[in-house]
C-alpha cells in the first residue's frame, strides 16, 4: 500500500464523524484528495501530501486550486518521522510549497491525529 494510501485511512479512522469521499486526481487537475462534509460545517476539502523531507510539492494546478478556493481548503502533510500529521489552512498553499514545513504562519494546532476532527470542525466554522 502507497504512503498516501496508508495516510487516507488512518485519516478516515480518526474521523468517524466526517463523511469522506475520496476523488480521483484524474478527473479534474488540481482538485485536493478529499472532500469531506459534516451537519455543522457542510462541505471542505483536504489535499494529503506525504513526504520525506522538509519540502511539500504541488502541481501548479494544486495550489491555483487552494487560491481560488481558499474557505474551507486544508492541507495535511505527514512526513515519514512524525507522528503527527500537520494541518495547514489551503489559503497558504503557495507559502507552503516555497518554504515547505519550515512554515508556521498558516499551521493549525494539531497535536496528535485524534484531534484532526475537532480541529478541521472548528477551522470550517470560522
Not at 501530501?49 to 494546478?61: R, W
Request: glycine share 4%; aromatic share 8%.
Amino acid at each position: 500500500m502507497k504512503h498516501e494510501s496508508k495516510f487516507w485511512h488512518e485519516v478516515k479512522k480518526n474521523t468517524p464523524n466526517i463523511k469522506w469521499t475520496r476523488l480521483e486526481s484524474w478527473a479534474s487537475l488540481g482538485v485536493p484528495d478529499l472532500l469531506g462534509y459534516h451537519e455543522t460545517c457542510g462541505f471542505f476539502t483536504v489535499e494529503l501530501k506525504v513526504t520525506k523531507s522538509k519540502k511539500v510539492s504541488f502541481s501548479p494546478h494544486q495550489i491555483s486550486f487552494h487560491m481560488t478556493h481558499p474557505v474551507n481548503s486544508f492541507i495535511l502533510v505527514k512526513t515519514h518521522e512524525q507522528r503527527c500529521p500537520i494541518l495547514y489552512a489551503g489559503a497558504g498553499a503557495l507559502e507552503l510549497a516555497a518554504c515547505g514545513l519550515e512554515l508556521a504562519a498558516c499551521r493549525l494546532p494539531l497535536e496528535s491525529i485524534s484531534e484532526l476532527e475537532n480541529l478541521l470542525l472548528a477551522a470550517c466554522r470560522l
